[in-house]
């Protein structure tokens, strides 16, 4: 007769082996040691075979008749149960060591070779702090849909929404990468195209006269990272992009002869910018360069051979109280005032911004045009922050 859990839970070891039969097949083996085990007995190439399913309680009667039926469907096909389960088991931890973060680390060396080392630090940062926590261990083949979209919905919850909409899409190219590498079978962040919607553009906002003289008695008082006092000090005064600063390099400045002059790759628009330096901005880099080791300005505090995070400027700000304003309104708090001055030819300003000349024949200039008086504006510029600031 067909065995039952009561009958299961009754058995009672004696001193050899004791087989229970359930039918085609199955038996339950009870050991002197009172362990119970499932056994599946079949022919196979007129050879009798034992299978062994698992350990009773931990798989059921039911599940035990279960694997008992797809074992007899593999011995029907002649094949043995026990090899089919070895090449799943194999297929299995191969599919383990083909996690996302695996892949997606192979992606970003091989695919993102060409790009630049800030771009490629962008994407792994972005990996490391979002995705990798919630997918890096998983197998390409066992993440879904809903699983990359929690993780874009939480980027977009904490205001990262521009963040989320790249981040998805690089996802996207680590799951192609995958398929066409054999590791993966589609992408489920394709699907979620749209799904996060971008808000509106909050363009940058310049600081008033009395909004900039607080900024800068906020930094006065900051008790920070010298380094994050002396980024703070030079962002307003030099209004370069925060990641032209951010990434700068000892080799690309001449402080005796107050010049920055950043390589092209490291320009938004790929092209050699140069920054006078007013004697303020020479005296913070002196100091800066006495407490800096390496060749960054603004080696991370976690990895030095990295610079300072996208944040770690933003979050200064939000410490000094001045919510709501971002590293990029001093571009144009600069430009507002340079203009309201009435001093200074609007090609002088807008180079020394490094913006798109949108005539292309005029856009062909000498990255030293119009130098002297680019320097002229920017000791004027310095002086004038001195002036705001020496009101507090």
Request: charged share 30%; with cysteine; proline share 5%.
């Given at each position: 007769?067909?065995?039952?859990?009561?009958?299961?839970?009754?058995?009672?070891?004696?001193?050899?082996?004791?087989?229970?039969?359930?039918?085609?097949?199955?038996?339950?083996?009870?050991?002197?040691?009172?362990?119970?085990?499932?056994?599946?007995?079949?022919?196979?190439?007129?050879?009798?075979?034992?299978?062994?399913?698992?350990?009773?309680?931990?798989?059921?009667?039911?599940?035990?008749?279960?694997?008992?039926?797809?074992?007899?469907?593999?011995?029907?096909?002649?094949?043995?149960?026990?090899?089919?389960?070895?090449?799943?088991?194999?297929?299995?931890?191969?599919?383990?060591?083909?996690?996302?973060?695996?892949?997606?680390?192979?992606?970003?060396?091989?695919?993102?070779?060409?790009?630049?080392?800030?771009?490629?630090?962008?994407?792994?940062?972005?990996?490391?702090?979002?995705?990798?926590?919630?997918?890096?261990?998983?197998?390409?083949?066992?993440?879904?849909?809903?699983?990359?979209?929690?993780?874009?919905?939480?980027?977009?919850?904490?205001?990262?929404?521009?963040?989320?909409?790249?981040?998805?899409?690089?996802?996207?190219?680590v799951f192609r990468f995958g398929v066409?590498?054999?590791?993966?079978?589609?992408?489920?962040?394709?699907?979620?195209?749209?799904?996060?919607?971008?808000?509106?553009?909050?363009?940058?906002?310049?600081?008033?006269?009395?909004?900039?003289?607080?900024?800068?008695?906020?930094?006065?008082?900051?008790?920070?990272?010298?380094?994050?006092?002396?980024?703070?000090?030079?962002?307003?005064?030099?209004?370069?992009?925060?990641?032209?600063?951010?990434?700068?390099?000892?080799?690309?400045?001449?402080?005796?002869?107050?010049?920055?002059?950043?390589?092209?790759?490291?320009?938004?628009?790929?092209?050699?910018?140069?920054?006078?330096?007013?004697?303020?901005?020479?005296e913070l880099l002196r100091e800066l360069?006495?407490?800096?080791?390496?060749?960054?300005?603004?080696?991370?505090?976690?990895?030095?051979?990295?610079?300072?995070?996208?944040?770690?400027?933003?979050?200064?700000?939000?410490?000094?109280?001045?919510?709501?304003?971002?590293?990029?309104?001093?571009?144009?708090?600069?430009?507002?005032?340079?203009?309201?001055?009435?001093?200074?030819?609007?090609?002088?300003?807008?180079?020394?911004?490094?913006?798109?000349?949108?005539?292309?024949?005029?856009?062909?200039?000498?990255?030293?045009?119009?130098?002297?008086?680019?320097?002229?504006?920017?000791?004027?510029?310095?002086?004038?922050?001195?002036?705001?600031?020496?009101?507090?």
């Amino acid at each position: 007769m067909p065995l039952t859990d009561v009958k299961i839970r009754q058995a009672k070891p004696g001193s050899s082996p004791i087989k229970m039969a359930d039918g085609a097949g199955l038996h339950l083996e009870v050991r002197p040691n009172g362990s119970k085990l499932w056994r599946y007995r079949y022919r196979l190439d007129g050879k009798e075979n034992t299978f062994a399913i698992g350990a009773y309680p931990d798989v059921s009667l039911a599940d035990a008749r279960a694997e008992r039926d797809v074992a007899r469907e593999h011995v029907r096909a002649g094949r043995h149960p026990s090899h089919v389960r070895q090449t799943e088991k194999a297929t299995q931890l191969a599919e383990n060591r083909n996690t996302f973060k695996v892949v997606a680390e192979e992606w970003i060396e091989d695919r993102l070779g060409q790009r630049s080392q800030t771009y490629r630090d962008q994407c792994r940062r972005a990996f490391v702090n979002d995705v990798y926590p919630a997918i890096g261990r998983m197998p390409m083949r066992e993440i879904t849909a809903a699983q990359v979209l929690a993780i874009l919905r939480k980027m977009d919850g904490r205001g990262a929404t521009t963040l989320a909409l790249q981040v998805r899409q690089w996802i996207s190219a680590v799951f192609r990468f995958g398929v066409a590498t054999l590791r993966a079978d589609a992408d489920p962040a394709a699907a979620l195209k749209g799904a996060i919607q971008r808000k509106a553009i909050n363009h940058s906002q310049p600081m008033s006269r009395e909004q900039l003289r607080e900024y800068l008695a906020a930094v006065d008082r900051y008790k920070g990272h010298r380094g994050t006092v002396i980024a703070l000090k030079l962002l307003p005064m030099l209004f370069t992009r925060t990641g032209e600063l951010r990434c700068a390099r000892w080799s690309e400045f001449d402080l005796d002869g107050a010049m920055w002059e950043i390589p092209a790759e490291r320009m938004k628009m790929r092209r050699k910018h140069l920054v006078p330096l007013p004697d303020q901005a020479v005296e913070l880099l002196r100091e800066l360069r006495k407490v800096t080791a390496g060749e960054l300005l603004f080696p991370g505090l976690r990895d030095p051979a990295r610079p300072i995070s996208p944040t770690t400027l933003n979050r200064a700000l939000e410490y000094l109280d001045m919510r709501g304003w971002h590293c990029h309104d001093f571009r144009a708090t600069a430009s507002t005032h340079l203009y309201e001055m009435g001093r200074w030819r609007s090609e002088v300003i807008e180079l020394q911004l490094a913006h798109v000349e949108r005539n292309k024949v005029r856009a062909a200039y000498n990255h030293a045009q119009y130098l002297e008086e680019r320097r002229a504006m920017m000791v004027a510029w310095a002086e004038w922050l001195v002036e705001v600031g020496a009101r507090n």
